[in-house]
């Protein structure tokens, strides 16, 4: 349920205010999880000094209530045995009467899949969560140098979240879990988040001789980004302390920027801009600097075009920049760190009942810096009759260097065995064309219908993580197994290349089980097999859009799709193995497409299970219906009423088998469906 | 005047900016991971960190057992030091068999291990971990001075650790990934050779031995390493060099041996309690007791030091099908590891340490699946010693009865004085003659109840080196040492056949794995992969 209210009005003569309200309750789908949650928004813009100074303050506060299901169970329902009841049958039974897998010893079977059931009903999670967003911005006009503003923009999000868990005592989730061992737990935690930013700038902007128009600008922003959370846990049976957890970091980022904007005759028109960015994330390279220039003709101005009458819009387009890029990781991540333990069970040097909380030395990437990508493009802007069809085209190259990305690290050469690096430089290449067409419009009739096309080609050109001759660097890691990776990246090849062996079939085209192709003729099959094969993002991506309106009545239909996107079906390599089936004396349901592979181990490097991800979307389709006045509140404020239904993810097109091809990264772990939504809502305006 | 505003506002302005910038030189404001000059502050701090680097052989992460894996990628559990000692130095024999379906993990025992498997991947990460945080210690150790004679030690302590780990590293990897604390953080590391490795290696434990710093036997406090320790590394590196460079080196093991054999241990041969025998409690939950015996163990604690490797992994694993776990000091089993017959008859039933579980076993392993294929281990307990008591027990109001915990007390005695007995009998029968050799293996044999033998042949001291020491991670190794490991011996599934074959000899060596190669062009693989 969600209810939205705002009211707007003017108070005196210069300030208008409007204060919005809402209320939402949305239960998840598993049972147990629902969020509540209440709104309230203020906006104030009042001017002073004969509209030299407008003042913009913003509020907005919220407050939910959170419960959280235990996700846990979405895993479970998929692997537990389906031919079991949730409850058992035998009166009195322990476990709260759930069905329970036990061991041959009679003991509960902590390595068997929980009861799905069980396992929402043994968790409570709660948390209160607050927020509030505010900014106030000063725009002054200098008075007597009107061209001239300046800018002051002061902003907080303060977020404070409460919560506790408890894993209930006695639960078949508490005996499997083995620091609880039956007993329970309960876990207190709290997460504050103050982020805060300044930014100042000066605008002059001024037409010279009806034709030179020249805006100027330059300013600085600084943020703050911190954050503290605490976390204590400890078992219900007996009070042993689980453990005594904080966190706290902070970011901050300072920006410097100019922009110089000139244009002669609204024809020619040339943009510049240069900022220096700072973060503190890379204190050994802290400062990006980022220059742009772009080009403008408005060709359609000139004057040899005023007459040519279909031609509405005619803009060429030319551009190089750079931009940069430095969220990755922590905040803390050039920096050698030194954990202290603060968890029992990680302590060392026990004896009799004194123990002492280890220090440990932490992995780091000293030399971090900013990913920075330069992007040349070229485009134009197509308008006929009236704009009634719109045409751009673009065509572009991005070089990134420098890319972050977490990867494994040599052995021995740090503390650690994973680490975000700069690990190279890749190239984007593309062309992306967006056509709008209004195919109507009339009085009662309008039609407008729009597509977008784009292909893009992905290529890593240069690896300084790993040395030249090496293969190439791991990534791609898969659920199911330990430490296993699917995918390559590696120069000459996109970024997530699938890195897989080839599957070898019977002649009825059945996967054999563990049997690849001898692919460089060495007589055995050896990581030297493997090879880089399909790619995981897309070449092609399409979308459209149309909307009908016909009288009172609209309609609207959207959707898009994808091409050259392959997908690693992890939720079939890992559930597949008929080994498993009944191991460790129980049941773990497999997936519906076992008996199609029928592989006894799992086979999870076979390029069996990637598969050509294409798909045709739609998305979304709204109908509604608007009754225009249905009475009068006072006179010339009639009471409309828009009723409307609206259906969100209505079908995929696809030939891929698992849940969803639209997968970033194109590894598909997933187990719950994206769920189809209908709405049905009513909007009132007076 | 308004002249003035503007120009207190634009200097109020630049200093704004000004300090805006120099907000972004930062340092963590984190209290639990900071920089080392917030850490490294004290004597207690020193404490602190050196138990940090001996935490590296006890658990799998910094958050309990089942958070933060210090290795990413891979699973906590399978991640741990010795649990990955165990896949490597037992499944490969006849010691041991698991009969889990966890991807690869049987290829150990079928001798048919790929240069992709993540078992494998798992233990060298660790070992080279192991390494990293030593070296780590030592240069930080060696820049603070807070207590110079403690500092000394410690450094030494990371040592001897360090060596530890390159001895695990030259013994199952040979050519392996090489760094000091000479070298720093960041830098791809060169491969050193398997002879380098053991010349540095021999330097080092030598060069700990003359710095004095460590404590003798006595000395030795709860779980740190005393110089026993060490000098028991340099006898393993001279007792196994021709296997590792091509030249035996019997002579100057003997004379560490010796060494060692003044030094005041001595076989644990009184029991500590009326339930177990004495060889028993040096795997009993209060096996810190046997002081006497262990030179060095991994801690392991069911309320502060858990994890899923070690002796936890040890017990759990071995306990399966029909046993009781409680009896086992333990909540329940995994249901994993059993012995082959072969190595199951090398006991007598008079021997004190036949301690397998037969009851509702069959001793052939027909399927290595079936846990009740294979005779299961009952050697390591969850049980004191000193009274037959399982320790964090907890009482079961449902089933009304007591039941075992999910962590076990149970150190895991990586070197044992009855290990230098048996070293020094080897020894002396290989030629290098140990004073009082024969008469200690025969001691041995004695706590077991055997009976002795006056001149026992180099099969005699392998067969008592696997009774007296297996699931202790060294029959891969000795079986090396006397040529049974790739072929002249064979068990039940070695080499994927029921019966057992022989497999090629380049089985010796694990590879590098195909990981740290891709990520490290340095790195040759090893002959045969």
């Given amino acids: ?686 | 005047m308004k002249k003035i505003q503007y120009i207190l506002g634009v200097l109020a302005l630049s200093a704004a900016v000004s300090s805006c910038v120099g907000d972004l030189n930062v340092t963590p404001i984190d209290p639990n991971a900071n920089t080392v000059d917030k850490v490294l502050t004290d004597k207690a701090s020193l404490d602190r960190y050196i138990s940090g680097v001996y935490l590296g052989f006890a658990t799998s992460g910094y958050y309990g057992p089942n958070g933060g894996a210090s290795i990413s990628g891979l699973d906590g559990g399978a991640s741990q030091y010795i649990r990955g000692l165990y896949h490597l130095q037992e499944l490969t024999t006849d010691e041991s068999v698991c009969g889990w379906n966890d991807q690869t993990i049987k290829n150990f025992h079928y001798m048919n291990w790929t240069t992709d498997d993540t078992f494998i991947y798992a233990f060298y990460s660790r070992i080279l971990m192991q390494v990293a945080s030593a070296n780590e210690f030592i240069r930080e150790v060696k820049k603070v001075d807070f207590d110079a004679a403690l500092q000394k030690r410690y450094i030494d302590e990371a040592r001897a650790m360090r060596a530890i780990a390159y001895y695990h590293a030259i013994d199952c990897f040979g050519n392996v990934p090489f760094a000091t604390d000479e070298d720093i953080v960041g830098v791809n590391p060169p491969q050193i050779s398997r002879t380098d490795l053991f010349a540095w290696l021999e330097g080092e434990l030598k060069g700990i031995i003359e710095n004095g710093a460590l404590p003798e036997r006595s000395a030795v406090e709860a779980g740190h390493i005393g110089m026993g320790a060490v000098k028991f590394l340099l006898a393993k590196l001279y007792l196994n060099a021709k296997v590792y460079t091509g030249t035996d080196r019997f002579a100057d093991c003997a004379a560490v041996l010796k060494d060692l054999m003044d030094d005041g241990y001595s076989l644990h041969t009184t029991p500590n309690g009326s339930t177990f025998s004495a060889y028993q409690d040096l795997f009993c939950a209060d096996n810190d007791r046997c002081t006497d015996e262990i030179i060095f163990a991994v801690q392991q604690d069911g309320l502060y030091t858990q994890s899923y490797g070690a002796t936890n992994y040890i017990i759990f694993a071995s306990t399966g099908g029909q046993m009781d776990a409680f009896s086992m000091g333990i909540s329940s089993g995994w249901g994993g590891l059993r012995t082959t017959p072969e190595f199951y008859h090398k006991f007598s039933a008079s021997d004190a340490r036949n301690l397998f579980y037969t009851a509702t076993q069959q001793e052939d392993i027909e399927d290595i699946g079936e846990f009740s294929h294979g005779v299961a281990f009952m050697k390591f307990r969850n049980v004191n010693s000193v009274d037959g008591d399982v320790p964090n027990k907890a009482w079961n109001e449902e089933d009304a009865k007591w039941a075992g915990p999910s962590f076990v007390n149970t150190d895991f005695p990586m070197m044992r004085y009855a290990d230098v007995l048996l070293m020094a009998a080897e020894c002396q029968v290989r030629g290098a003659a140990v004073p009082g050799a024969i008469d200690g293996f025969n001691a041995v044999r004695a706590r077991a109840g055997l009976a002795a033998i006056a001149n026992p042949s180099l099969q005699d001291i392998l067969d008592e080196r696997g009774r007296e020491l297996y699931q202790e991670c060294w029959r891969r190794s000795d079986l090396i040492r006397f040529g049974q490991f790739t072929s002249g011996y064979n068990w039940q599934w070695k080499g994927e056949t029921k019966d057992g074959r022989d497999v090629d000899s380049y089985r010796e060596l694990f590879p590098i794995p195909d990981s740290d190669r891709l990520a490290n062009s340095n790195l040759a693989q090893n002959p045969g992969y």
């Fill in chain 1, 1 to 686: 349920m969600d209810a939205n209210m705002s009211i707007a009005g003017r108070l005196g003569t210069n300030l208008p205010y409007r204060i919005s309200t809402g209320v939402i309750r949305q239960q998840g789908t598993l049972k147990g999880s629902e969020m509540d949650r209440l709104t309230l928004g203020l906006n104030l813009s009042p001017t002073f000094f004969d509209n030299h100074l407008t003042v913009n303050v913003n509020g907005k506060g919220t407050y939910a209530l959170n419960w959280y299901a235990n996700q846990g169970a979405i895993g479970a329902a998929n692997h537990y045995d389906p031919t079991k009841p949730v409850y058992n049958d035998v009166p009195g039974a322990n476990l709260n009467g759930y069905t329970t897998w036990y061991d041959a010893a009679g003991s509960i079977n902590t390595m068997a899949t929980v009861n799905p059931v069980a396992l929402l009903d043994s968790r409570r999670d709660m948390a209160d969560a607050y927020r509030f967003i505010g900014n106030t911005q000063f725009d002054y006009k200098i008075h007597g140098f009107e061209d001239l503003r300046l800018n002051l923009n002061l902003g907080i999000d303060w977020a404070k979240s409460i919560g506790e868990t408890t894993n209930k005592q006695g639960t078949e989730a508490s005996f499997h879990n083995t620091t609880e061992s039956g007993l329970g737990s309960h876990t207190d935690y709290d997460y504050l988040r103050r982020n805060t930013t300044l930014e100042f700038y000066g605008d002059y902007s001024h037409t010279f001789a009806e034709k030179h128009f020249v805006d100027l600008m330059a300013g600085y922003s600084w943020q703050h980004f911190w954050s503290n959370s605490h976390s204590k846990s400890y078992r219900l049976g007996d009070n042993l302390n689980l453990g005594d957890t904080e966190g706290k970091g902070e970011l901050y980022l300072v920006s410097f920027f100019g922009r110089a904007n000139y244009s002669f005759a609204d024809r020619y028109l040339i943009t510049a801009t240069l900022r220096a960015d700072g973060t503190s994330r890379f204190q050994n390279n802290k400062w990006g600097v980022f220059p742009s220039v772009a080009l403008g003709w408005n060709i359609k101005n000139e004057p040899f075009m005023l007459n040519v009458e279909p031609v509405s819009t005619l803009k060429l387009r030319l551009s190089w920049g750079e931009t940069g890029q430095q969220e990755v990781g922590g905040y803390y991540e050039t920096f050698a760190q030194f954990l202290s333990i603060n968890t029992p069970g990680s302590y060392y040097f026990v004896n009799g009942g004194n123990y002492t909380a280890p220090i440990v030395a932490l992995g780091y990437s000293a030399n971090l810096k900013w990913e920075t990508t330069t992007t040349y493009n070229a485009g134009m802007d197509f308008g006929f009759w009236h704009d009634r069809l719109t045409t751009s085209v673009d065509v572009y190259k991005r070089d990134t260097r420098d890319i972050l990305n977490y990867i494994p690290v040599p052995g021995l050469s740090n503390l650690t065995n994973y680490l975000n690096t700069n690990i190279g430089s890749m190239t984007n290449k593309g062309v992306e064309v967006d056509v709008n067409a209004v195919l109507a419009e009339t009085r009662d009739l309008s039609w407008t219908f729009g597509v977008n096309g784009a292909y893009n080609k992905n290529t890593v050109t240069k690896l300084t993580a790993s040395d030249e001759n090496a293969t190439g660097i791991e990534t791609g890691g898969i659920s199911g197994g330990t430490g296993n990776n699917v995918q390559m990246i590696q120069i000459g090849y996109p970024m997530r290349t699938f890195y897989l062996y080839e599957q070898v079939y019977d002649q009825a085209g059945n996967p054999i089980n563990g049997v690849y192709v001898d692919r460089n003729d060495d007589g055995q099959i050896t990581a030297d097999d493997r090879y880089l094969g399909h790619h995981a993002d897309a070449d092609w991506t399409f979308g459209f859009n149309t909307a009908l309106n016909w009288k009172n009545w609209t309609a609207a239909l959207s959707g898009h799709a994808s091409l050259g996107n392959w997908v690693y079906n992890n939720v079939a390599s890992d559930t597949e193995m008929l080994a498993d089936l009944w191991t460790n004396q129980f049941v773990s349901n497999r997936v519906a497409s076992a008996p199609k592979s029928m592989f006894s181990q799992a086979q999870y490097l076979s390029d069996y299970y990637l598969q050509d991800g294409s798909f045709l979307k739609l998305d979304n389709f709204t109908l509604g219906y608007t009754f225009p006045k249905l009475f009068e509140v006072s006179q010339d404020r009639p009471f409309s009423l828009n009723v409307f239904g609206t259906v969100q993810n209505i079908c995929t097109f696809t030939k891929y088998t698992g849940i969803d091809p639209e997968i970033f990264g194109g590894i598909d772990g997933t187990v719950y469906p994206r769920p189809r939504v209908f709405i049905l809502g009513v909007k009132a305006n007076f």
